[in-house]
């Protein structure tokens, strides 16, 4: 049975760490994250260096530990609130609702409060200081951030297919 306590606080748990991630690789090097840039933007600076893309790696690698770790503690404390027994549609609707809370975290919280309304500086890639105008134009672009969001929505919805598939083996 899926328990929506446990989507939330799984949810919110897999939010908090995916978004301390996130902030830190921004305040280290905001050019991590060059492909989640418009491309008006990304045409403003050089492409990544080769140190650039060992580091954008490694986060990648680090993030997926963090969505794949979070969801298999997940699975796990909901496998065992169920005696121990997981149908996979249960196990694939948890996965996916836990998997779209970040989805629906990383639209309204990183993107819309803290990347449009709130912009800190280090989220500027450097060499765009001076456009103002350009990431006010794009990052208050709603269909950007809707169409980011339903991708995500899908993006999300199947991957937990194989990861629901994998946790009731």
Known sequence: MLS????LIDGLLLSALLSVLIFASLRA???LWLQDYPAPL??????????????????????LAL???????SVARLR???GGTLPFLTAW??????FNFFNLWDAVVI??????????KFVILPGTEGHAALYNSLFHD?????????KGVIISTVLSLPLAFVAVL
């Not at 990304?42 to 993030?63: G, I, N, W, Y």
Request: aromatic fraction near 8%; glycine fraction near 4%; charge should be positive.
């Open 4 to 7: 929506l306590s446990n989507i």
């Open 29 to 31: 090097n905001a050019r």
């Open 42 to 63: 990304r045409a403003l600076v050089p492409p990544l260096s080769a140190d650039e893309k060992r580091s954008q790696r490694l986060l990648t690698l680090v993030f």
């Open 67 to 73: 969505v794949i770790g979070t969801l298999v503690f």
């Open 80 to 82: 065992a609130e169920n």
């Open 93 to 98: 609707a948890h996965i996916a609702l836990v």
């Open 111 to 120: 993107d819309y409060l803290v990347l449009t309304l709130m912009q800190p």
């Open 142 to 150: 709603w269909r950007l951030h809707v169409g980011n969001y339903l």
